[in-house]
Nanobody, 119 residues
Framework: QVQLVESGGGLVQAGGSLRLSCVASGRILSIYNMAWYRQVPGKERSSVASLTADTHPSGVIANYVPSVSGRFTISRDIAKSTLYLQMTNLQPEDTGVYYC????????WGQGTQVTVSS
C-alpha cells in the first residue's frame, strides 16, 4: 500500500521561502510521473508542478504552471524516497494545502501540508 506523507509547510511572509517534502513508499518516484497539487477552500485540487519518471521517453523533465514558474523548483531524492518542492518569493496567491501524488493521481491522498503566505 503506497503512502504519501507531506511536510514542510508553515506561515511565511510574502517574499519568503519554504521547502516542502513528500515521503513516498516503494519506488514510485522513479516509476511514476509525480506532481505537487494545491487545494484552496471552495476550489478543486490542481497540479502546480510536475516531474516525469525515469521511464519517460524524454527523460526526467520538470514542468510548472505559469503562476509559479521561475519561483518553484520540483526535485526528488530517490535514495530518500522523497519528492521536494522548493518555493521562493512566495506570494499570498500561493496559499493552500499542498499534496503530492502521481500525475495523474493514482494513490490515496496524504494529509497534505498547509502553506500560508501573509501580505
Amino acid at each position: 500500500q503506497v503512502q504519501l506523507v507531506e511536510s514542510g509547510g508553515g506561515l511565511v511572509q510574502a517574499g519568503g521561502s519554504l521547502r516542502l517534502s513528500c515521503v513516498a513508499s516503494g519506488r514510485i518516484l522513479s516509476i511514476y510521473n509525480m506532481a505537487w497539487y494545491r487545494q484552496v477552500p471552495g476550489k478543486e485540487r490542481s497540479s502546480v508542478a510536475s516531474l516525469t519518471a525515469d521511464t519517460h521517453p524524454s527523460g526526467v523533465i520538470a514542468n510548472y504552471v505559469p503562476s509559479v514558474s521561475g519561483r518553484f523548483t520540483i526535485s526528488r531524492d530517490i535514495a530518500k524516497s522523497t519528492l521536494y518542492l522548493q518555493m521562493t518569493n512566495l506570494q499570498p496567491e500561493d496559499t493552500g494545502v499542498y499534496y503530492c501524488n502521481s500525475r495523474p493521481p493514482n494513490f490515496e491522498w496524504g494529509q497534505g501540508t498547509q502553506v500560508t503566505v501573509s501580505s
